[in-house]
């Protein structure tokens, strides 16, 4: 069985996706499509034969030019993770590539559930539950048991990006479990918590327990460098990763931890697929429009304003007043009762 695999881009959701490669029969081979800047991700991956990485700057050109070359490729089934428009021309394309051959090769997708997410989104906790939206790793769980009609249904997992411990550990000196792994950035502001209630938190985890916080992010996260800036204010032992761009290395850091503690992120997805508990704080979105956590341990902390969620990344508040009060009603002492000492 020979499989094609189009996921694109997106941190969270390709470290999901890995759900649909571990719900595969072993004897399954795969060859993935991914954009060229997200292909670390996967890369070393042991359920991949082929990680086929696209540079997005070919344009429209190189897309069918890559679609051409893999339609000559004899699949099993074409399986399409993100369902873009890119992608629903690569359907067109291998049916128009395919009209010259005497058998036909399935195209299968993920189902977006639309309905469940706009609903949801439209009437809120008046929603039934039943009609929310499945996880989306069981999405693509489900997608693998469905084509290869073989498979069990498994969570994410990325334990084979893990390298010596003590290799990245010896780095940062840290030891393991003796440090938690905090995350405070987004790709969109309107889903962080804020700098300075993290920096809250982190002093009175570590006057608790004596645990280091280690700042995950980049140099240009805002949130991220001004936790970092109130750590070293309050003269509380931490350490800074903004700056590592070894993907293995961050890994291997959180797998390590104790925890992971931060916004609705990749990160986060990434601590529980390399089984780390993670407690993940939602603002304008909800673990059950389909991005929650997974692992047992696993917390889900938000407020319970009646206008969340409101949508995917909360870009835009529809309070006229008290603005993103979905994020400011979440204190540090609610945060503290749900993590365990």
């Not at 906790?125 to 009609?131: A, E, I």
């Not at 084509?147 to 969570?155: L, Q, W």
């Not at 993907?247 to 291997?252: E, I, M, N």
Request: glycine content about 6%; some cysteine.
């Amino acid at each position: 069985m020979k499989l094609l695999v189009i996921r694109m881009s997106s941190l969270g959701d390709v470290i999901l996706a890995t759900a649909f490669l571990e719900s595969l029969p072993l004897d399954a081979r795969v060859d993935w499509v991914i954009a060229k800047e997200f292909a670390f991700i996967l890369k070393g991956h042991p359920r991949i034969q082929n990680l086929i990485e696209f540079d997005k700057s070919t344009g429209l050109r190189g897309w069918v030019r890559l679609i051409k070359t893999l339609s000559h490729e004899e699949y099993t089934a074409r399986v399409d993770l993100h369902v873009t428009l890119r992608s629903q021309l690569a359907r067109v394309l291998f049916h128009w590539f395919d009209l010259s051959k005497e058998y036909w090769i399935p195209w299968k997708k993920i189902s977006k559930q639309r309905v469940q997410f706009y609903g949801y989104l439209i009437f809120k906790r008046f929603w039934p539950k039943f009609l929310r939206p499945t996880p989306l790793w069981k999405r693509f769980a489900h997608l693998a048991v469905r084509v290869t009609k073989a498979g069990t249904v498994r969570p994410p997992a990325m334990l084979h990006r893990v390298l010596s411990p003590e290799q990245a550990l010896l780095s940062y000196q840290l030891q393991p479990k003796k440090y938690f792994v905090v995350m405070p950035s987004s790709r969109w502001s309107s889903k962080e918590w804020g700098a300075g209630s993290y920096a809250q938190w982190c002093e009175y985890e570590f006057r608790k327990s004596g645990r280091i916080p280690v700042v995950l992010g980049r140099t240009q996260d805002q949130s991220a460098v001004s936790l970092c800036a109130s750590l070293q204010e309050k003269k509380i032992d931490h350490r800074s990763v903004l700056t590592e761009n070894n993907f293995s290395v961050t890994a291997t850091l959180i797998q390590n931890a104790a925890f992971y503690i931060g916004s609705d992120t990749g990160l986060a997805h990434l601590a529980e697929a390399v089984g780390t508990p993670a407690y993940m704080i939602f603002g304008p979105t909800r673990p059950d429009l389909g991005f929650g956590p997974w692992k047992a341990g696993s917390v889900s902390i938000y407020s319970n304003v009646i206008c969340s969620p409101c949508s995917k990344d909360g870009r835009i508040c529809y309070r006229f007043t008290d603005r993103y009060a979905c994020l400011k009603k979440i204190t540090v002492e609610q945060v503290k009762e749900k993590i365990p000492s």
